[in-house]
């Protein structure tokens, strides 16, 4: 290697580029353009004076002083890095082996918690982050609300605890809807977590009435209309004897163990003989998806006796409260049953034949406006009706406008649009289930009980439970149509009590205070709303575990493939016609090939003879387009 000689930095004032002294030697090697080349091969014998000036703008001295703390930021970097990673190794999953298949649950929840988490503890973190950025987003936009004793925070905080308290009751088998009520109750009586309190009463009413519109309509799509006609009797059968048998018991039993008068005692016994919509509709809906009890349509015959009963129950109520306390025209409140029956089928008859045709198939929007007018029209049901004092023709409504809507949208094939609108509704309820079911346990106030009448009343709620029971045993026994299992399953479906509790309970109590009907009525008022309040506590968390546990061991599910008999078969061989095509289980025998041209309908093996004389002209047509299609060919 050629020696070179060494280049030196002539000293310079800070901030100026720094010259350059050539030797003798290296003079030869600046061109003729006064441009100083330095060549130099070895680059370490290079020697420069250094530079103290940090904010010197020279290019050599900036790529210096950049290089050294880039250096420096790096070295606290690391030197950091490396103190975290020694506090944290313990807990770190590269410190230790991941757990077998057969290691313990405790072992695996244990290694899914080290960092990073995963499995359990990721979702818990992400469901923690999720309540903090939503209750973070509102408060950005509502503020004061959305702080401690606002009105928003405290639903927010209703359904946080609800859906939390309704999933560990899930885990362990039984129905969220128990949890939920627990949870309403806790934060209602115990005062440090009474969030509740600042709920405004109005709002706490109006979303009440908003998920039980969103779950009425959810059953109403899912409702069987073809066993609804086949079992109508059997349906009144349940909706009748079982109301008027409880309310015949109360009023007896209320006015020598209560002394109650016999219009208050009658009043009480239609109170607590309304069935909670609220409670059974989901729980059917979830047997109607695993096609538990849907051969006989059983999931749907409660739900629509149960709606029939609520109407009586309010009907009753109100007649005999308006009665006894002189509240409203007489010959109003008992012309109100009948009137409130007829309004309510006919308003969802008429809303539902209109949905049936608006919008129209061809609009590309035509699910979500389907959506939005079938949810609204159940909004203005069940708040119309009260605003027109018929608030038993709100629920009625609310049902059987999406029966006749869905009822003509499969008829036009709108099949897809139904799946679509369930689904939707589906993921509202998600919502409005913890906020239905955490504010009616928010409604009982065990302030409002009175502990010498508390024993009497829980007596009084058993037996007239019991005495329903076998009431309503009583009620579908007549019908062969029903084994054992399924009787007791269709008494057990009449023990929830929550949703109409909650509603009306308190009206004897509000109309005594407004008109000031002295202390003995005040007195009755508030025996009234315990009674009610008791029937939440015990028959809601009761009827609905039972439900839950008793369902899947009581109904029979509904077969994979449809049976068809032996008698049927031959009848369906008796009404085929001679000129119809050969045809074998469904298939159109062309030749060699076969085409499908059956399906199953109503639940067994029927073959349409019109799509089968459609199907073997088809086939015809195409084969003279083969022909056609040979001879231009040669």
Sequence with gaps: MPHHDKITFSPHRPGQPARLEPSASQASMVSTTNERVVNVSDRRSLTAAPCTDYACKHEQCRLRNEQRQRKWYSGCWNGLTRKWMRLFQPVMKSSHPAP????????????????????????LVTLAMLAFF?????????TKDML????IFGLYMVVLFALILGYLVERIKLAPLLGMLIVGCFMRNVPPLDFTKYVDKTWSSSIRNLALTVILTRAGLGLDQVALQKRFWAIMSLAVVPTF????????VAVYMLDFPWLHSAALGFLISAVSPAVIVPIMLVFQEQKLGTVKGLPSMIIAAATICDVIAICGNGILLGIALSNGSLAFNIAAAPIQIVVGIGFGILVGWILVYFPSGDDNAATIFR????????????????IANLSGAGALGALTTPMVAVRGWKRKGYTNSVFQISTALRYCWVICQPLLFGLIGAAVDFS????????????????AHVFQFFATLAATWGFRAFT?????????????????????????????????LGDDMITLGRDTLNCAVLAIVFMAPIGGVLLMLTGPKLLDKEPLLPVVTMEEKAAKEEDDEPSSPPYTNGMVQNGGSQVEIGGIVNGSFEYDRDMRRRSGVSIQLQNLDNRRGSKSQL
């Design 100 to 123: 077998g298949p057969s290691a313990g649950w405790f072992r695996q929840v244990g290694y899914e918690m080290m960092l990073p988490p995963t499995g359990i503890a990721a979702r």
């Design 134 to 142: 939503i209750w973070a987003a509102f408060w950005s936009v509502l």
């Design 148 to 151: 401690p004793h606002g009105n």
């Design 245 to 252: 048998a409880i309310t015949g018991f109360i009023t007896v």
């Design 371 to 386: 959506f939005i007018l079938l949810l609204c029209s159940g909004v203005l049901c069940i708040f119309g009706s009260k």
């Design 448 to 463: 409002t009980l009175r502990p010498q009448r508390v024993g009497l009343i829980i007596g009084l709620l058993i037996s």
């Design 484 to 516: 054992w299992r399924e009787h007791l399953f269709l008494a057990f479906g009449f023990l929830p009590k929550a949703t109409i509790q909650a509603a009306i309970g308190s009206n004897a109590l509000d109309i005594a205070m407004k008109n000031n």
